[in-house]
């Protein structure tokens, strides 16, 4: 596709993940000519890690040139950041003819926000942009370590076919794979990737104190439990729920569950909620009913 490669690309709000993209895109041949960020600063500095691109300001009117512009700036910024593109980007507010002007048409924007839709970029749409979104269903905790992770990774694309030819075409870029998404489901699936990620790093870091409670080093707790949950991860692959299961819930060895929960009251009484949560999904997933008398403390 002509326009993955040549087209003229504006990073604009270069956080993690537009860092770790841009400079992926721009090692793989695409044409990242701008780095756009409310503070010059920050854009110059975005500008080293990715290795390409001119730093400008998001009032910068020499964004105009680009053909491309991926909106990489946090969920709440989107729709004003939009807003403030349009204004710029827009030299012909109202045509001869009274009609709205199509400025933008064959120009294409996309965000990289998980749970927002397209229709989040409707001010440059109602101008003729074709918008869409691309998300990556991986974790960035740094742009370096992004620059690792987006590679060979799933990603989402939802919006405008147009602008999601192109996404699909940068993807095949870093050969990653496509999943097609509604845009009426986009907030589903950012929650099941909020309940796997972000919870289970919550729930690693309270695992680790326990670990150092009874004696092991940070990081050799932090190593167990990455080979740990690593193999579980790998089991849930391979066998799905139910087959990879494994604890006291499964077994139905009750009183390790009531022992469990003794501790939690005794140790950490914040967590018992979350752990009965928790072995109530267990039990369904194993369909196990537990003895009466098993939320109970004595």
Not at 212 to 225: D, K
Request: positive net charge; contains cysteine.
């Amino acid at each position: 596709m002509r326009v993955a490669s040549r087209a003229s690309v504006a990073i604009v709000g270069p956080g993690r993940v537009g860092q770790a993209l841009g400079r992926l895109l721009a090692r793989a041949g695409v044409e990242v000519d701008f780095i756009a960020a409310r503070r010059i600063e920050r854009a110059r500095k975005a500008r080293k890690f990715i290795g390409r691109g001119r730093p400008v300001t998001l009032d910068d009117p020499s964004l105009s040139k680009a053909r491309i512009f991926v909106l990489s700036v946090a969920d709440r910024a989107i729709a004003p950041v939009a807003q403030q593109l349009a204004g710029l980007l827009n030299r012909n507010p109202r045509s001869s003819r009274g009609k709205r002007s199509q400025s933008l048409a064959g120009r294409i924007f996309l965000h990289t926000c998980g749970s927002l839709d397209a229709t989040v970029l409707r001010p440059l749409a109602r101008l003729g942009g074709f918008c869409g979104s691309l998300h990556p269903f991986q974790t960035v905790p740094s742009p370096a370590q992004g620059a690792k992770n987006l590679l060979k990774t799933f990603w989402t694309t939802e919006g405008d076919p147009r602008a999601c030819r192109l996404a699909r075409a940068w993807v095949r870029l870093l050969n990653g794979k496509i999943v097609r998404i509604r845009s009426s489901d986009k907030i589903l699936y950012h929650l099941s990737a909020f309940l796997v990620c972000p919870t289970l790093v919550a729930l690693m870091e309270r695992a680790t104190g326990f670990l150092e409670e009874v004696g092991a080093p940070t990081r050799v707790a932090r190593q167990m439990l990455g080979a740990f949950v690593d193999e579980t991860v790998k089991n849930f692959v391979a066998f799905g729920g139910r087959r990879s299961m494994t604890g006291p819930a499964s077994r139905g060895d009750w009183a390790v569950i009531r022992r469990h929960r003794q501790e939690l009251r005794g140790r950490s009484p914040e967590l018992l909620p979350v752990y009965d949560s928790l072995l109530r999904e267990i039990l369904r997933l194993v369909e196990k009913q537990p003895p009466p008398g098993i939320w109970k403390l004595t």
